[in-house]
Nanobody, 124 residues
Framework: QVQLVESGGGLVQAGGSLRLSCAASGRTVTNYVMAWFRQAPGKERGFVGGINWSSGSTDYADSVKGRFTVSRDNAQNTVYLQMNSLKPEDTATYYC?????????????????WGQGTQVTVSS
């Protein structure tokens, strides 16, 4: 089992930055993919970005490319989502997810483990 705990959400003005963290415990996630999803009220949970922990390769949704960066810290067993140039439409609950293997999938059903979510609100 993998437990995931997100932190770092909050309220920020448009154009600002936030960094979300997701700490993994229970087992090392060296051979896992870690991903970030987000869900706004009334909308489905959608893929934001992900990282292959072993190789460090990343992938992003088109809506966040060039603004968001996913990275990981091996020593801390933690994955990060650095969010820059935030827009009001980025407002959502952000979830960390994990799945064994090396492919970064875009669908929630592909991920076995989920955090509780952290709220990000971007004011205009």
């Amino acid at each position: 089992q993998v437990q995931l705990v997100e932190s770092g959400g909050g309220l920020v003005q448009a154009g600002g930055s936030l960094r979300l963290s997701c700490a993994a415990s229970g087992r090392t996630v060296t051979n896992y993919v870690m991903a970030w999803f987000r869900q706004a009220p009334g909308k489905e949970r959608g893929f934001v970005g992900g990282i292959n922990w072993s190789s460090g390769s990343t992938d992003y949704a088109d809506s966040v490319k060039g603004r968001f960066t996913v990275s990981r810290d091996n020593a801390q067993n933690t994955v990060y989502l650095q969010m820059n140039s935030l827009k009001p439409e980025d407002t959502a609950t952000y979830y960390c997810a994990a799945r064994p293997g090396g492919v970064i999938y875009y669908y929630t059903r592909q991920y076995s483990y989920w955090g509780q979510g952290t709220q990000v609100t971007v004011s205009s």
